[in-house]
């Protein structure tokens, strides 16, 4: 009937003259779902264009410079890292070939979320896991973790110290006692050693066995007294801790350093270990640091070098001296006379920084000498700085003593650009009245640079 060719006609689908592709995509457009023989083709296709593409960017990744993915691979934590030898058979080895070795005992408990004993064995085995699977050089080792067994630590050590290892950095609280085989690290450049334990012959002869050691960092370690430094390629020096001695007898390519020494006793007074036998602290110090460029001497370090009778200048000049820091407790003469000594020793100073130490000075058995040098306070400020630029003091509270070697500094830098002052941060009301008399003072100064600013801000 007409009607029911019209009505057949009508219900004719839209795809009936299109190709396969366009009809999947008008019964899309339609809203009609694809039948499972017409669906499993399409995406069948895109899986495996998608795999084609994840294939193309792994190896683009791949094709990647060795020292490129490295970089890659040192960023991610150790444990990620060897997870990637699955990727592909060019990933296979490169977790192994890293050079920079990284561990860190707290990272790897979070990993495992355990919290108990038994997890630092499991860590300890993951360390000798990589170092045992290790191949080629490693050029950096480091290592956070507490109370390490003995027997662990002198077996990587060993192991380090074959290896041609140039850095080993934040070895922490553990017991650092090499075998008899130890013969040290003839590749190192870099020793960092942090909260440690370990006999006073161990780290001399840490130190003259690593012929190569550049870098060294030593900070509160234990069982060190005397600090006898033998490293002639010794570059940077960053050392704190109690000492008795300080002694760097070969250290004459040394260029930047920072040392602060304390003492752990209920009363403020100078070890005795302290006083030299003959000559005095700052003059055996400097000896060794002609090439000197960048000096902090922090804590109690001033006061170790103001011990023992010295010059008003030192016999050479510290002439590539251009950045020093010193921490001075201003209620101490003889302290504030060596930190002179020092700057009429330095022609090249461009930078100074005063960390105004309110400690306590500590006290000592007076002797002849020490009263010589507290008597000449008064005439000992005649000095030209030429150089000086820039200049930070911290934590002034404003006593004479202070605004004296403020003053000091301002008539004797004909060259400064800018004092920033920093005051000590008193009670409120004590501070508001203490503020402003500060300012007062500072105004009244006169300054022998005409383009010296003085800076004085808020704690």
């Known amino acids: 009937m007409p009607g029911q060719e019209g009505s057949s006609s009508q219900r004719a689908p839209p795809y009936k003259v299109t190709k396969r592709g366009e009809q999947e995509q008008s019964k899309v457009d339609s809203g009609t779902e694809l039948d499972q023989d017409e669906a499993l083709p399409r995406y069948g296709s895109m899986l495996s264009g998608q795999i084609k593409v994840l294939k193309k960017e792994l190896d683009r990744i791949s094709s990647l410079p060795n020292d490129v993915t490295e970089m890659i691979l040192s960023r991610l934590p150790l444990r990620e890292a060897v997870r990637t030898s699955v990727l592909s058979s ?41 170092l045992l699977l290790h191949i080629g050089p490693i050029r950096k080792f480091e290592l956070f973790a507490d109370d390490l067994a003995t027997r662990d630590i002198d077996r990587w050590l060993t192991h380090l110290s074959r290896n041609s290892i140039k850095e080993l ?27 440690i334990t370990m006999a006073q012959h161990v780290f001399e002869n840490l130190t003259c066995c690593t012929p190569l050691l550049e870098r060294l960092i030593l900070r509160h ?52 270990s302290w006083v030299p036998s003959s000559s005095s602290n700052l003059l055996k110090i400097f000896y060794h640091l002609p090439h000197i460029r960048r000096f902090a001497i922090k804590s109690h370090f001033l006061k170790y070098l103001s011990l023992g009778a010295f010059p008003e200048k030192l016999p050479k000049p510290c002439e590539y001296l251009n950045v020093l820091s010193i921490d001075i407790c201003f209620d101490d003469p003889d302290a504030i006379l060596t930190a002179l000594c020092i700057l009429r020793s ?35 400020y005649n000095c030209t700085l030429s150089q000086l630029r820039l200049v930070k003091i911290t934590e002034i509270s404003g006593v004479k003593a202070e605004l004296d070697f403020i003053r000091f500094l301002l008539l004797s830098s004909p060259v400064l650009e800018r004092m920033t002052v920093t005051p000590h941060k008193f009670p409120k009301p004590v501070y508001v009245e203490r503020f402003s008399k500060l300012v007062k003072e500072l105004l009244q100064f006169k300054r022998e640079s005409k383009h010296a600013e003085i800076i004085l801000l808020d704690p």
Not at 95 to 122: C, G, H, P
Request: some cysteine.
């Open 169 to 195: 950095s934040n070895l922490h609280k553990v017991w650092l006692k090499p075998p008899s085989t130890f013969k040290g690290f003839r590749s190192l450049k870099s020793l960092q050693l942090v909260g």
């Open 346 to 380: 330095s022609p090249a100073l461009q930078e100074l920084e005063i960390f105004m130490d309110g400690r306590k000075k500590l006290t000592s058995s007076p002797t002849v000498v020490e009263e010589q040098k507290s008597s000449c306070l008064d005439v000992s």
């Open 221 to 272: 370690c234990y069982g060190v007294t005397t600090l006898n430094i033998d490293a002639p390629n010794l570059k940077f020096l960053d050392i704190s801790g109690v000492f008795d001695v300080v002694n760097p007898k070969s250290t004459l390519n040394l260029t930047d350093a920072s040392i602060g020494v304390t003492i752990y006793s209920p009363v403020s007074r100078v070890p005795v």
């Open 90 to 130: 060019k990933w296979r080895y490169k977790s192994a070939m890293l050079q920079d070795l990284k561990f860190n005992e707290y990272v790897w408990r979070r990993s495992q979320n355990r919290y108990d004993d038994q997890i630092q064995t499991t860590f300890v085995n993951m360390v000798d896991h990589v």
